[in-house]
């Protein structure tokens, strides 16, 4: 029994999960991060096409311009300026959104994580022995069956629509540069989508083995779901040790507070309720005391130990023990009863004292 307990059979709770992912360990993509990133580089391509294609034109028609220019440090110098500028404005418009592009990627996967654990140096990871059992593992098999697959897939598509493409050349050829240009960019759009369509599928696909993987390595036995259990919220034996104790104490404090009382209201075996009505304290008459069973009649006996009254009243005794908590006051629809009770109980002990 005890080894199958030790099975990793169980879903991983929540906190195990949290804990994983404040480590950096997540189901991670990338091919979902690969093709969100190139979407967005693709997006960006048709938004600003007729910008790229205007600045190139202008450098093209610049750079040409300057044929015959005598070649100086000079002039060397503002060309080497003049293409990082015009490099800078055609690479900055597409390299900014690619980036946020790469961090939404990973956000959308598994949200916000900020972590240096990974970056705490590990001597296991370092271990030669199981760096060579990781290298040739099943896991690493898969991984490299896949990889393998992907790009065999991609390639054949890639290059079966560049073979048609191919054949197209020799009337292109005869275009104006422009036209050949507007050919290229239409060619270019077309093989991307194709290519962002396979992108996806292996993204999706990737991400949901990528989970399922995450959820097995973090699968836990009983025996560490009971761990967790006692970890968070303490051993189930002590806390009821500590609850049995606290409920003694509370009603060894109750005990104590019996002989305070005005009358006792029983029913009249089960139920024993002490009532305490002091004007410099209490606001109304307030629960001190109350009980079923065995406590009721310990109550009863420290209130004859004590010359206390004790009236029988079932139906109020049950009404009391239900509704009014321990030192409490007893509520409004109550009170005629209660007052008719203590009423009977003062004219008694006043009778008592002779007055």
């Known amino acids: 029994m005890a080894g199958d307990d030790q099975e990793k059979t169980e879903e991983p709770t929540q906190k195990k999960i949290e804990d994983a992912k404040k480590e950096g360990n997540v189901p991670k993509s990338p091919d979902l991060s690969g093709f969100i990133g190139m979407f967005v580089a693709f997006l960006v391509y048709l938004a600003l096409f007729d910008y790229l294609k205007e600045r190139v034109t202008k450098f093209f028609y610049h750079t040409t311009s300057l044929y015959g220019t005598e070649i100086t440090k000079e002039f060397i110098f503002n060309l080497t300026i003049e293409l990082f500028i015009e490099l800078g404005l055609i690479i900055l418009p597409l390299a900014i959104p690619i980036m946020i592009a790469g961090v939404l990627g990973n956000l959308i996967q598994f949200g916000f994580i900020f972590t240096t654990k990974p970056l705490i140096p590990d001597l296991k990871k370092i271990d030669p022995l199981k760096g060579l059992k990781n290298l040739f593992s099943m896991k ?3 991984e490299g069956v896949k990889i393998t697959f992907k790009v065999g897939v991609s390639f054949a598509i890639g290059f079966t629509f560049f073979l048609m493409f191919i054949e197209e050349l020799p ?4 275009f104006p540069l422009f036209d050949q240009i507007d050919w290229l960019n239409e060619k270019a759009i077309l093989l991307t989508g194709i290519m962002l369509i396979v992108m996806m599928f292996f ?8 989970k399922i993987q995450h959820t097995k390595d973090l699968m836990m036995s009983k025996q560490e779901i009971k761990d967790e259990y006692k970890n968070m919220e303490g051993d189930p034996l002590i806390k009821g040790k500590i609850r049995q104790i606290q409920m003694e104490m509370a009603k060894k404090r109750m005990m104590q ?7 006792v209201v029983t029913n009249p075996t089960h139920y024993a309720i002490a009532i305490r009505y002091d004007q410099e304290i209490d606001n109304a008459p307030t629960i001190i005391a109350k009980g079923i069973d065995k406590l009721a009649l310990k109550i009863k006996e420290i209130a004859r ?9 079932p139906p109020l005794a049950r009404e009391l023990y239900k509704s009014v908590e321990l030192n409490e006051a007893i509520p409004e629809h109550l009170y005629k009863a209660v007052a008719e009770i203590l009423v009977y109980v003062y004219k008694i002990n006043d009778k008592k004292m002779g007055k």
């Open 171 to 174: 009337t292109v050829a005869l």
């Open 203 to 210: 993204g999706v696909i990737d991400f949901m083995i990528k």
């Open 140 to 142: 690493k098999l898969i």
């Open 257 to 263: 507070d019996v002989p305070t009382a005005d009358v």
């Open 305 to 313: 130990e004590n010359d206390i009254q004790i009236y029988e009243s």
